[in-house]
């Protein structure tokens, strides 16, 4: 059964810094491509980031290039998302989910964890 | 960036009704587009890839279609566990923007 936990979350002051885990098992973890997904409270899904299945290719969305950083480690079957510089607007849950980047039909998120929430508060 | 158009936001329909949702792009995407369903307080469950091919597990009353700009996805007979947001989302490139998602209600 394919399983992702995310872990990570919890309340930072504006400017700090946070480091997301997200735990896979249940698949070949370093054959996928592995995206993160946030979503803001009440208000819909915002794609943030994804790596290609061996780490090496990485891309972002502009409202995070430069303070986010998507990584992964293989051989621990985790990744991870690197948060710096947080702003209030970073308030959210953020999702991993499991990309299937190479397939020539759709390239859809086909799985996806629970979520882990980011409070960014003073 | 592309920008991804649903409509109705929000929808109130009965159980056994038929409900389309539709999704434009704001530029082409061929027939890179898929479909998701959340219920509150869930992950996203995708549904529909390829803009048409139903995802393994997913009941035949859910279906899609469309290609280049516009898309729909269509429930053809409305199950209670059916009410829930649905989003649609470009895989075309990146960043893979999502539509604002539409709400489906119980009338």
């Known amino acids: 059964e394919v399983q992702l936990v995310e872990s990570g979350g919890h309340l930072v002051q504006p400017g700090g810094s946070l480091r997301l885990s997200c735990a896979a098992s249940g698949f070949t973890f370093s054959n996928y491509w592995m995206h993160w997904v946030r979503q803001v409270s009440g208000k819909g899904l915002v794609w943030v980031s994804r790596v290609n299945s061996d780490g090496s290719g990485t891309n972002y969305a502009d409202s995070v290039k430069g303070r986010f950083t998507i990584s992964r480690d293989n051989a621990k079957n985790t990744l991870y998302l690197q948060i710096n510089s947080l702003r209030a607007e970073d308030t959210a849950v953020y999702f991993c989910?499991?990309?299937?980047?190479?397939?020539?039909?759709?390239?859809?998120?086909?799985?996806w964890g629970q979520g882990t929430l980011v409070t960014v508060s003073s | 960036d592309i920008q991804m158009t649903q409509s109705p936001s929000s929808l109130s329909a009965s159980v056994g009704d038929r409900v389309t949702i539709t999704c434009r792009a704001s530029?082409?995407?061929?027939?890179?587009l898929n479909w998701y369903q959340q219920k509150p307080g869930k992950a996203p469950k995708l549904l529909i890839y390829?803009?048409?091919s139903l995802e393994s597990g997913v009941p035949s009353r859910f279906s899609g279609v469309g290609s280049g700009t516009d898309f729909s996805l269509t429930i053809s007979s409305l199950q209670p566990e059916d009410f829930a947001t649905y989003y649609c989302q470009q895989s075309y490139i990146t960043p893979r923007t999502f539509g604002q998602g539409t709400k489906l209600e119980i009338k």
């Open positions: 530029q082409t995407i061929t027939s890179y």
């Open positions: 390829g803009a048409s």
């Open positions: 989910a499991r990309g299937r980047d190479s397939s020539s039909s759709g390239r859809p998120l086909d799985y």
